[in-house]
């Protein structure tokens, strides 16, 4: 099974609405950290946001916030009052338990704003 | 703080050969992990390296082998090249986890093309 699927290959939102980009996870450990990332055509892999999976709260960081919902095992990603500079392919990522460093990506989500 | 730094950024070798790959990492940064990216594959995860110890290994073949200096800086080799090698190989760094996940720090990586 997948450890991470995004099931979006493609979305496109309106400059200044907000957009959720959809992430499910699957895992058994009860300890895992959930990551976004972006990355625009350059190529960069930038990283967004970060919840753990015993955070009590959703993640925030600026325009981004992550819904949380852990017994649907799901990560959405919430980006508020979408910019051009938004446009950029969306990674989903999980990585679990306490040994090694492997990240599990999803196969992204392209989001598309337009002015 | 200089961000991860991946040399060269464009690579263009012949079915058969070898090719070696360099990742300077954050300065402080232990952990150093490598990833494959391709179109039809999506991000896949190839080692983790450690304080100088491989502690992840991904689904790749021999061929595919990494190190990792004293310095934290790490290189990535892959030999007999095959076409289907052709990919963007993503270098990232983390500071060691410890009780809170840290996230992969990506450089600009490497655009390998096999002919």
């Known amino acids: 099974a997948q450890k991470i699927t995004q099931t979006q290959p493609g979305m496109f939102v309106q400059e200044k609405e907000a957009v959720t980009l959809d992430c499910t996870y699957d895992?058994?450990?009860?300890?895992?950290?959930l990551f976004w990332y972006k990355q625009p055509s350059s190529g960069e892999m930038i990283f967004l946001i970060y919840?753990?999976?015993?955070?009590?709260q959703n993640a925030t960081e600026g325009r981004y916030s992550l819904n949380f919902q852990k017994a649907r095992k799901s990560a959405n990603l919430v980006i508020s009052a979408s910019q051009l500079g938004d446009s950029a392919m969306y990674f989903c990522?999980?990585?679990?338990?306490?040994?090694?460093?492997?990240?599990?990506f999803g196969t992204g989500t392209s989001l598309t704003v337009i002015p | 703080k200089a961000g991860v730094t991946q040399t060269p950024r464009y690579l263009i070798k012949t079915r058969g050969q070898q090719v070696t790959l360099s990742c300077s990492p954050i300065?402080?940064?232990?952990?150093v992990s490598w990833y494959q990216q391709t179109p039809g594959q999506g991000l896949q995860f190839l080692f983790e390296?450690?304080?100088?110890?491989?502690?992840n290994k991904g689904n790749f073949p021999g061929r595919f082998s990494g190190r990792q200096f004293s310095n934290s800086r790490s290189e990535m080799n892959v030999s007999t090249l095959e076409l289907g090698d052709s990919a963007l190989y993503l270098c990232?760094?983390?500071?060691?986890?410890?009780?809170?996940?840290?996230?992969?720090?990506f450089g600009n990586g490497t655009r390998l093309t096999v002919t």
């Open positions: 990232a760094s983390s500071s060691d986890p410890g009780q809170k996940y840290s996230p992969l720090h």
């Open positions: 895992t058994s450990d009860p300890s895992y950290g």
């Open positions: 919840q753990g999976s015993y955070d009590q």
């Open positions: 990522a999980m990585r679990e338990g306490w040994t090694g460093n492997q990240f599990y």
């Open positions: 300065s402080g940064h232990r952990s």
């Open positions: 390296y450690f304080s100088e110890t491989q502690r």
